[in-house]
């Protein structure tokens, strides 16, 4: 970065900032990884300088036949790991690529179906702020109190609304999605079964998670969570989608451009490319593999320190905690573990009684210390971390009053950012990392 540290120094300095911080913590955000440095490699190449709108041979620019063989590559790369006839591979992230999808397949007050953002579901699912709840008329589903896809409701549901399309697939849900269950309810009302697997990708290729591919019509994925690549989405229609609507590929394609985007980000199409190469490997099928046992490891720890677990436990990479039987709200919590040196976030729990800002559970996940070699035995201190850090703030309890609870808040984070033990954590945190390098 000789040149960066030349020109400006200031985001230089923030760069390499941001280069220890990420060093130095356990970065437990479950939708977060380390990608490798030929993925960030890629990202900074002059690939980021070329305008390319259009497909590859179909472009409204002239000079793009370079740029045509990266974006072939990137899709025969992952029509053949996932096993699909089509793909997209030029959604900017994974918001544009659900948009897409709706517009493809929706028109403007036509119903879909998804989960409850507070209940684990993601803000394209249908939240009513956001455009999948605004332009669509959006039915939600809920999870039962113990934070299982609630399946009676889903099927009562879509038989009363007749959904055109059904989204399933989440963002805060620890459980195994059981797609099958799904397709056999979106057959019943002819909806578009959409299976965003964002967060499980990485699962799903190292074959520790049950496949959408047989069921859904459609699947998006964004390539920067479990799947550890560049930020960015895949759009991929299945045999079972063009099936059912042999022109799905063509309404998705005309989504993107010109429904919703201009030219492609060519940069980060050639590094979902190298990502693609990388998931095939056998070594990314360990990584998936091992990044579920870390999480099993992790939740039967926290147990013993009598965490609460929605839905009792894990099954993929992520724990969701209900912090209320340690009277501690997830926003304490979080701000005491970062403290500490580690990286998770705050969350809602099933039919939690706290508004999001101060929901009263806690998110975490594997993927991102698994990249960095950690095992079972590793998560046993990550653990006791928690439980320690966690302890340091139990009479820290939020005030119910809103106005109140302002107050106390502001006098808490300060004395939490300062609580030596928490620090003394932060530090023994600091150590620990340096025998897991990041890539
Ligand atoms: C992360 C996520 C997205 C959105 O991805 P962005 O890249 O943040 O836009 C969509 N769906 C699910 C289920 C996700 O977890």
Redesign the pocket.
């Given at each position: 970065m000789i040149n960066l540290k030349k020109t400006d120094p200031q985001i230089y300095e923030l760069v390499k900032a941001e280069e220890r911080r990420q060093k130095d913590v356990l970065e437990m955000i479950p939708?977060e990884n380390y990608t490798s440095q030929a993925v960030i490699e890629t990202l900074g190449t002059v690939l980021t300088n070329k305008y390319s709108e259009g497909y590859p041979k179909k472009r409204y620019y002239q000079g793009n036949a370079v740029v045509d063989q990266v974006e072939i590559i990137a899709q025969d790369r992952a029509k053949k790991l996932f096993g699909v006839p089509y793909v997209n591979v030029q959604a900017y992230?994974?918001?544009p690529a659900?948009n897409a999808v709706m517009m493809a397949t929706l028109k403007p007050g036509d119903t879909l179906m998804g989960l409850k953002l507070a209940f684990g579901g993601?803000l394209?699912h249908g939240l009513p702020l956001n455009v999948s709840g605004t332009y669509y008329n959006s039915v939600q589903f809920q999870t039962t109190k113990d934070g299982l896809i609630d399946f009676k409701e889903v099927e009562e549901l879509a038989l009363k609304h007749k959904p055109k399309l059904i989204i399933c697939?989440?963002?805060a849900y620890p459980r195994v999605v059981d797609f099958a269950k799904f397709a056999k309810i979106a057959d019943k009302v002819g909806a578009i079964l959409l299976a965003?697997i964002?967060?499980i990708t990485g699962l799903i290729v190292a074959g520790v998670h049950p496949s959408p591919f047989a069921y859904a019509h459609i699947v998006t994925t964004?390539t920067?969570?479990t799947l550890r690549g560049p930020?960015g989405?895949l759009i991929m229609v299945t045999d079972k989608g063009l099936k059912k609507d042999p022109d799905l590929g063509k309404k998705i394609d005309s989504a993107i451009i010109p429904g919703l985007q201009g030219g492609p980000h060519d940069n980060q199409t050639a590094a979902i490319a190298v990502c693609l190469k990388e998931a095939s490997t056998a070594s990314f099928k360990k990584y998936g593999e091992q990044i579920v046992k870390n999480t099993k490891a992790l939740a039967e720890a926290l147990h013993t320190y009598g965490f609460d677990l929605v839905s009792g436990g894990s099954d993929n990479h992520l724990i969701l905690i209900d912090l209320r039987n340690k009277g501690v709200n997830g926003a304490v919590a979080a701000l005491a573990l970062e403290t500490a040196g580690i990286v998770a976030n705050k969350n809602g729990v099933p039919f939690d009684t706290m508004p999001p800002f101060f929901p009263s559970g806690l998110r975490l996940g594997t993927p991102a210390i698994t990249t960095r070699g950690m095992k079972e035995k590793e998560m046993k201190h990550v653990a006791a971390w928690i439980h320690h850090a966690i302890e340091e703030v139990e009479s820290l309890a939020l005030p119910i009053d809103k106005e109140e609870r302002k107050g106390v808040w502001k006098e808490y984070k300060g004395d939490i950012i300062k609580n030596k033990n928490l620090l003394k954590i932060a530090k023994e945190i600091k150590s620990f990392c340096v025998k897991f390098p990041v890539p």
């Open positions: 939708s992230s994974g918001s659900n993601h394209t697939g989440f963002t965003d964002s967060h964004t920067h969570k930020r989405a």
